[in-house]
């Protein structure tokens, strides 16, 4: 009930955001398609993807499934001016447009990966749930077979082997000689 609670929050503020949006397109008017697509993809998108690694199990319920691409398919029909009977997965093919529910999976997993990159997930199962959002996303990070480390965690610290100490100087107008382990920071007026 928690999870069909909070899918029904996304779709109505998702929906809102469309109907704002609805707004400035018109027929012969507004918005062009590719800036109502980009609009969708940058504001109404992350409102249905935020935290959907702990709401991701609620995409496996029909009903909620089909909530969440009614939500796509009414935007990206308002942005194409597609008829109102045109099917969902034909709009996803014309605007080039991967399927909500996958998008979904893809951004819980991606969450999923950050976490596990800086040790704040773990893939052990839970001995008292049944089915939780945790084990959903390990089921999709097995699924794609991601390798745990990251090219982002190969990349070397740099270590400055010479400490530094910071002084700022008030006078801008005086320019002292530096000490060899003093660096001087000296401040910018910016005048109107």
Known sequence: AVVSTQSTGIVNRAKSNIIRTTMAVGPTWGLTPRTALWLYRQT?????????????????????????????????????????????????????????IHHIEKSATESTGRLMSTNHWTKEKHKYAKATHSQRCNELWDELAI??????DKI?????????????????????????????????????
Request: hydrophobic share 35%.
């Open 44 to 100: 109404v998108r992350p409102i249905i993807t935020y935290a959907s690694p702990i709401w991701i199990r609620a995409t496996q319920n029909k009903h909620n499934a089909t909530k969440l691409r009614s939500v796509q398919s009414l935007a990206l029909r308002i942005a194409t001016g597609a008829f109102p009977k045109t099917a969902g997965a034909d709009l996803n093919m014309i605007t080039n447009t991967t399927d909500i």
């Open 156 to 192: 070397q610290k740099t270590i400055q082997e010479k400490k530094y100490t910071c002084s700022i100087d008030v006078e801008d107008s005086i320019i002292k000689e530096d000490e060899p382990d003093v660096i001087t920071i000296y401040p910018v007026l910016c005048v109107d």
């Open 147 to 152: 390798p745990n480390q990251h090219p982002r």
